[in-house]
């Protein structure tokens, strides 16, 4: 069955950066974008980017533009997220999910979330 | 910029009541592309419904969608124990701010 394994949790200082792992199983790695949304403490869903695994091309939300980086290894079926210039308010559970084959960005399998938690 | 509004925020029922959600775009965009998420405490969001009324895969024929832009429903026939939750439509890359359904 399709599976997203995540990464373990972080504690980070402000200005620094952190990088989450999404190890996907169970289904063609290259054939799927893979999306990255994030959820601060009691708050809503906040979408932060899409990766395509086979050609490595990424698209971010303008909030997170020159903050993000989203990369792969084919070899390794891994999806990584990578945050710089960390700040107080981006404590959050951050999740990659599979997007859809119909690329209309409905996301049917996610990770378990990794807590990333900024604090001085 | 896309904005979805879910309301109401707070939906109070019984099992086996009949819960209706509603979603509003603030404009439109594609009207075939809305998908709704349920998410328990400290769980990830699951896919419940996608293209406004496809149910994903597994998901019980007690919750349905429909509607067309800029209005949408996700509609949860007969309430049971685990549906208790919060729940999220989406389309494109824009998440509504979420209801609670509680007991």
């Known amino acids: 069955q399709v599976q997203l394994l995540q990464s373990g949790a972080e504690v980070k200082n402000p200005g620094a950066s952190v990088k989450v792992s999404c190890k996907a199983s169970?289904?063609?790695?290259?054939?799927?974008?893979v999306n990255w949304v994030r959820q601060a403490p009691g708050q809503g869903l906040e979408w932060m980017g899409w990766m395509n695994p086979k050609r490595g091309n990424t698209g971010y939300a303008q909030k997170f533009q020159g903050r993000v980086t989203m990369t792969r290894s084919t070899s390794m079926t891994t999806a990584y997220m990578e945050l710089s210039s960390l700040r107080f308010d981006d404590t959050a559970v951050y999740y990659c999910?599979?997007?859809?084959?119909?690329?209309?960005?409905?996301?049917?399998?996610w990770g378990q979330g990794t807590l990333v938690t900024v604090s001085s | 910029e896309l904005v979805l509004t879910q309301s109401p925020g707070t939906l109070s029922l019984s099992p086996g009541e009949r819960a209706t959600l509603s979603c509003r775009a603030s404009h439109s965009v594609s009207s075939s592309n809305l998908a709704w998420y349920q998410q328990k405490p400290g769980q990830a969001p699951r896919l419940l419904i996608y293209g406004v009324s496809s149910r994903a895969t597994g998901i019980p024929d007690r919750f349905s969608g429909s509607g067309s832009g800029p209005d949408f429903t996700l509609t949860i026939s007969r309430l049971e124990p685990e549906d208790f939750a919060v729940y999220y439509c989406q389309q494109s890359t824009t998440f509504g701010q979420g209801t609670k359904v509680e007991i």
């Open positions: 169970g289904y063609t790695f290259t054939r799927y974008d």
């Open positions: 999910a599979r997007e859809m084959a119909t690329n209309e960005g409905e996301l049917d399998n």
